[in-house]
């Protein structure tokens, strides 16, 4: 799920990492912490995907879903702007 959430969101055009870092470094957050963190809040969030979704057979249908929602909604957004 983590990883599908990721995919997502660059197919969309929004880094969820990217964003991450664009605010560590607003906040004045050093170099190599801006790197890290996000390696370690994303390794964090999808060790603990088991806990919060303990049916593997759900977090495959939800995280296929979000790749396959995500590349509609990007086909959608790029249909409307033309």
Same mark, same amino acid.
């Given at each position: 799920?983590?990883?599908?959430?990721?995919?997502?969101?660059?197919?969309?055009?929004?880094?969820?990492?990217?964003?991450? +870092?664009?605010? !560590?470094? /607003?906040? #004045?957050?050093?170099?190599?912490?801006? %790197? $890290?963190?996000?390696?370690?809040?994303?390794?964090?969030?999808?060790?603990?995907?088991?806990?919060?979704?303990?049916?593997?057979? +759900?977090?495959? !249908?939800? /995280?296929? #879903?979000?790749?396959?929602?995500?590349? %509609? $909604?990007?086909?959608?957004?790029?249909?409307?702007?033309?």
């Amino acid at each position: 799920m983590t990883f599908a959430a990721l995919v997502a969101s660059v197919l969309l055009g929004a880094s969820i990492a990217g964003g991450f +870092k664009h605010l !560590l470094t /607003a906040l #004045g957050v050093h170099w190599l912490y801006v %790197l $890290l963190i996000p390696i370690l809040l994303f390794s964090w969030l999808s060790k603990k995907e088991l806990l919060w979704l303990p049916d593997e057979s +759900k977090r495959k !249908l939800y /995280a296929r #879903g979000l790749i396959a929602g995500s590349i %509609l $909604l990007a086909i959608a957004i790029n249909q409307i702007r033309h």
